[in-house]
């Protein structure tokens, strides 16, 4: 690698500063906000990535289908700046920070209004580019007592610093919840938590694979630094400072275009499994899960379909029906929605060679293809080959949308489930249509599940115009929280999933993901003992999204009667979640208005509480309820931190009234979830109706709790 050359200033006014590079390379920043700089470097022969699909600053508005020109600057306000020239140096100073280049070395200083360093670049070598491979990396001077936070969903304790990680995303069944890496999502965004108590987040705007060392490289000829390396894209960055974790945050997930506020019923609890729609009877399995569901008065939102009802073996085939095992799946379907459940069924993005519908897809170039003879990349997929879909190529969208519409939305399914969407391909020539400017696949992967999401959401869309949209994905980048739902994939049964998977859900959140969750009970291995399966719903019956799912190797089903010793107090969890469902809705509604995170650290709502920022196994949920999960077996009491602030903390089912600032050892038996209000709050909640609860009960009052 060599750093860049020589540089410039060939251009400096009050909305930015534009540099020149020996050999035609470019370099500029741009005030876009008074919080918000842009810094690019445009190599001589031109952006790699020339479009992005990321950046939606237009409210209410997305990006074209065809991706916004990187050179774009609609949808910022570009207030002026004060400009500072001297003594070899340039400074852009905003009301909120400012930020000072120096030519030779190319280097940038981050202050905030009062001048106090945030960060800065490397002082020994900042840029490099390498004509070997593509890469290019961006040094910064590293602090000891910086705290990092982002990357989307990430394993292990929230605060990152000493870790190493990649943004590649990869289908990571069976991933160690504590330090495995990567999992499914390309989200290049990191929050910093600077050593004064500022925070900012830089976002790298590329969909080129990312590695990102936070501390645990170290060069003996440097000082301590950070630095990310970008695969083969573009260096494209985003600063963006505030006062508190939220403000950064939040203007993170407007500059990528906000977040989807979904239907109402699609906060309530929800049932799936593999075993169910893999059964040779599996029509007659699921008429049994609403009998006994309905049986057993556990209210219940909607189904997932499994990727079963298209199995033959143990080969998948998106948009068909098994017959056999579903005789008539419209009618079930009709049932379901008696019932009072929404369905969701389970799509893959790729066909199979034998798929019947293959060489149509084929004929029209929907698939991705290799460079040399144009031919489909055939990849392992479901214990088969197949190739995957072109979501760049406007015949695969539309064939998509079409069959979408013909076997699964006319069939009396609500919505899409899009799965198995991480595109780990691999091989070099592999290429796609780009809407007509091709782009190989090292440079689309994180793409493709964002646009295939995006069609699925479209077509329900469509479909039903009168409707709320709604729609999940597994794998995606920057842009999918604009149509769905998400989780943390294909986890393990354990104690340290459970416990891990919660800090991943945090991780989530405080990168802009908002409405995720967890497969409850553990997607693989072991089926979960009563305790840790009654734990395990009750760490998740709080979370935006709480869906049962499994896949066991005996057959096993995780649903709420799985173990009956427990069962009571399993549907006592789900009746919590449904009465405090006007609450959690309020929460969507800020996170769709306002751009906060539905489930957060601690220190998010107290970042003045130094206590807050030690490795937890609570959440706050909004900013008046704050979880303590029990995560350790044989646990009936846990020791919970209640941070200071209010003037004091109450439990929700008692409300005993605890001392704010200290931690206290709380009674936490088998049937409990310790659960505790803050001073002043008024909780709204609803009762069930009948006897019965459903994600649409009236609010029947108010909790306070100020006594």
Same mark, same amino acid.
């Given at each position: 690698?060599?750093?860049?050359?020589?540089?410039?200033?060939?251009?400096?006014?009050?909305?930015?500063?534009?540099?020149?590079?020996?050999?035609?390379?470019?370099?500029?920043?741009?005030?876009?906000?008074?919080?918000?700089?842009?810094?690019?470097?445009?190599?001589?022969?031109?952006?790699?990535?020339?479009?992005?699909?990321?950046?939606?600053?237009?409210?209410?508005?997305?990006?074209?289908?065809?991706?916004?020109?990187?050179?774009?600057?609609?949808?910022?306000?570009?207030?002026?700046?004060?400009?500072?020239?001297?003594?070899?140096?340039?400074?852009?100073?905003?009301?909120?920070?400012?930020?000072?280049?120096?030519?030779?070395?190319? #280097?940038?200083?981050?202050?905030?209004?009062?001048?106090?360093?945030?960060?800065?670049?490397?002082?020994?070598?900042?840029?490099?580019?390498?004509?070997?491979?593509?890469?290019?990396?961006?040094?910064?001077?590293?602090?000891?007592?910086?705290?990092?936070?982002?990357?989307?969903?990430?394993?292990?304790?929230?605060?990152?610093?000493?870790?190493?990680?990649?943004?590649?995303?990869?289908?990571?069944?069976?991933?160690?919840?504590?330090?495995?890496?990567?999992?499914?999502?390309?989200?290049?965004?990191?929050?910093?938590?600077?050593?004064?108590?500022?925070?900012?987040?830089?976002?790298?705007?590329?969909?080129?694979?990312?590695?990102?060392?936070?501390?645990?490289?170290?060069?003996?000829?440097?000082?301590?630094?950070?630095?990310?390396?970008?695969?083969?894209?573009?260096?494209?960055?985003?600063?963006?400072?505030?006062?508190?974790?939220?403000?950064?945050?939040?203007?993170?997930?407007?500059?990528?275009?906000?977040?989807?506020?979904?239907?109402?019923?699609?906060?309530?609890?929800?049932?799936?499994?593999?075993?169910? #729609?893999?059964?040779?009877?599996?029509?007659?399995?699921?008429?049994?899960?609403?009998?006994?569901?309905?049986?057993?008065?556990?209210?219940?939102?909607?189904?997932?379909?499994?990727?079963?009802?298209?199995?033959?073996?143990?080969?998948?085939?998106?948009?068909?029906?098994?017959?056999?095992?579903?005789?008539?799946?419209?009618?079930?379907?009709?049932?379901?929605?008696?019932?009072?459940?929404?369905?969701?069924?389970?799509?893959?993005?790729?066909?199979?060679?034998?798929?019947?519908?293959?060489?149509?897809?084929?004929?029209?170039?929907?698939?991705?293809?290799?460079?040399?003879?144009?031919?489909?990349?055939?990849?392992?997929?479901?214990?088969?080959?197949?190739?995957?879909?072109?979501?760049?190529?406007?015949?695969?969208?539309?064939?998509?949308?079409?069959?979408?519409?013909?076997?699964?939305?006319?069939?009396?399914?609500?919505?899409?489930?899009?799965?198995?969407?991480?595109?780990?391909?691999?091989?070099?020539?592999?290429?796609?249509?780009?809407?007509?400017?091709?782009?190989?696949?090292?440079?689309?992967?994180?793409?493709?599940?964002?646009?295939?999401?995006?069609?699925?959401?479209?077509?329900?869309?469509?479909?039903?115009?009168?409707?709320?949209?709604?729609?999940?994905?597994?794998?995606?980048?920057?842009?999918?929280?604009?149509?769905?739902?998400?989780? #943390?994939?294909?986890?393990?049964?354990?104690?340290?999933?459970?416990?891990?998977?919660?800090? #991943?859900?945090?991780?989530?959140?405080?990168?802009?993901?908002?409405?995720?969750?967890?497969?409850?009970?553990?997607?693989?291995?072991?089926?979960?003992?009563?305790?840790?399966?009654?734990?395990?719903?009750?760490?998740?019956?709080?979370?935006?999204?709480?869906?049962?799912?499994?896949?066991?190797?005996?057959?096993?089903?995780?649903?709420?009667?799985?173990?009956?010793?427990?069962?009571?107090?399993?549907?006592?969890?789900?009746?919590?979640?449904?009465?405090?469902?006007?609450?959690?809705?309020?929460?969507?509604?800020?996170?769709?208005?306002?751009?906060?995170?539905?489930?957060?650290?601690?220190?998010?709502?107290?970042?003045?509480?130094?206590?807050?920022?030690?490795?937890?196994?609570?959440?706050?949920?909004?900013?008046?309820?704050?979880?303590?999960?029990?995560?350790?077996?044989?646990?009936?009491?846990?020791?919970?931190?209640?941070?200071?602030?209010?003037?004091?903390?109450?439990?929700?089912?008692?409300?005993?009234?605890?001392?704010?600032?200290?931690?206290?050892?709380?009674?936490?038996?088998?049937?409990?979830?310790?659960?505790?209000?803050?001073?002043?709050?008024?909780?709204?909640?609803?009762?069930?109706?009948?006897?019965?609860?459903?994600?649409?009960?009236?609010?029947?009052?108010?909790?306070?709790?100020?006594?």
């Amino acid at each position: 690698m060599k750093t860049f050359g020589r540089a410039r200033v060939s251009l400096a006014h009050e909305h930015g500063v534009d540099l020149s590079i020996e050999g035609g390379a470019g370099f500029s920043i741009q005030v876009l906000e008074s919080t918000l700089v842009r810094v690019r470097y445009q190599p001589a022969s031109g952006y790699r990535e020339p479009r992005t699909w990321a950046i939606a600053p237009h409210a209410g508005e997305d990006v074209a289908w065809t991706g916004r020109q990187r050179d774009d600057t609609g949808g910022f306000s570009r207030p002026g700046a004060q400009l500072i020239e001297q003594a070899g140096q340039v400074t852009l100073r905003t009301s909120a920070l400012s930020v000072t280049l120096k030519e030779d070395p190319l #280097t940038l200083s981050w202050q905030d209004s009062q001048g106090h360093v945030l960060f800065s670049d490397r002082a020994t070598s900042s840029y490099f580019a390498s004509q070997r491979t593509g890469a290019i990396r961006h040094y910064l001077q590293r602090d000891r007592a910086e705290r990092y936070y982002g990357l989307g969903d990430k394993t292990g304790p929230l605060d990152l610093h000493g870790r190493r990680l990649r943004t590649l995303a990869l289908d990571s069944l069976g991933y160690d919840p504590k330090v495995g890496d990567p999992l499914y999502k390309h989200w290049p965004f990191v929050l910093t938590r600077a050593p004064g108590g500022q925070w900012w987040g830089i976002y790298y705007d590329t969909l080129s694979a990312c590695t990102f060392d936070l501390g645990c490289e170290h060069d003996n000829y440097h000082d301590t630094f950070r630095y990310v390396e970008i695969d083969d894209g573009d260096l494209d960055y985003y600063v963006m400072v505030g006062d508190t974790p939220g403000e950064v945050i939040a203007q993170f997930v407007r500059l990528i275009g906000g977040t989807h506020l979904p239907p109402r019923w699609s906060l309530g609890f929800a049932q799936t499994a593999m075993g169910l #729609t893999d059964a040779s009877d599996a029509q007659k399995q699921l008429d049994a899960f609403i009998t006994r569901i309905e049986a057993e008065g556990i209210a219940c939102s909607s189904f997932h379909y499994g990727s079963g009802y298209s199995s033959r073996g143990k080969r998948r085939y998106v948009f068909t029906w098994n017959t056999d095992k579903f005789p008539d799946p419209k009618s079930l379907n009709a049932r379901f929605h008696e019932a009072g459940m929404h369905v969701v069924a389970n799509l893959k993005p790729c066909l199979l060679d034998d798929h019947p519908a293959y060489g149509e897809v084929r004929a029209q170039g929907g698939f991705i293809h290799d460079v040399q003879d144009g031919q489909p990349v055939v990849e392992q997929f479901w214990d088969g080959v197949g190739a995957h879909l072109d979501f760049t190529h406007p015949a695969a969208v539309a064939w998509w949308q079409k069959n979408l519409q013909a076997q699964v939305l006319d069939y009396g399914i609500d919505t899409g489930w899009n799965d198995n969407n991480e595109y780990a391909i691999m091989d070099d020539g592999a290429m796609c249509h780009g809407f007509g400017e091709a782009m190989p696949m090292h440079r689309a992967r994180p793409l493709h599940p964002l646009l295939m999401t995006r069609a699925t959401f479209e077509a329900q869309a469509a479909h039903r115009p009168d409707a709320e949209v709604f729609t999940v994905t597994r794998g995606g980048s920057p842009g999918i929280q604009r149509y769905a739902q998400t989780w #943390t994939g294909d986890n393990t049964t354990s104690w340290e999933t459970m416990r891990w998977n919660i800090r #991943t859900g945090l991780q989530m959140s405080l990168s802009g993901m908002f409405n995720i969750g967890h497969d409850v009970g553990g997607f693989a291995g072991p089926v979960p003992d009563p305790e840790l399966f009654l734990r395990w719903v009750q760490a998740c019956s709080l979370n935006p999204r709480m869906v049962m799912n499994s896949w066991k190797a005996d057959g096993t089903v995780n649903v709420p009667w799985l173990h009956p010793a427990v069962t009571a107090d399993v549907a006592a969890a789900i009746r919590l979640r449904y009465t405090l469902m006007p609450y959690l809705w309020s929460l969507f509604e800020r996170a769709q208005s306002l751009h906060q995170p539905i489930i957060r650290p601690t220190f998010y709502d107290f970042p003045d509480d130094a206590q807050c920022f030690a490795d937890s196994d609570d959440f706050m949920l909004g900013d008046a309820l704050l979880v303590a999960p029990v995560v350790h077996a044989g646990a009936t009491s846990r020791s919970v931190y209640l941070p200071h602030g209010p003037e004091a903390w109450f439990d929700f089912h008692t409300g005993a009234r605890f001392e704010a600032g200290q931690v206290h050892t709380v009674a936490a038996p088998l049937s409990t979830l310790p659960l505790f209000a803050r001073f002043g709050a008024s909780i709204p909640v609803a009762a069930g109706v009948a006897g019965r609860h459903r994600h649409d009960d009236p609010v029947s009052g108010l909790r306070s709790f100020s006594g």
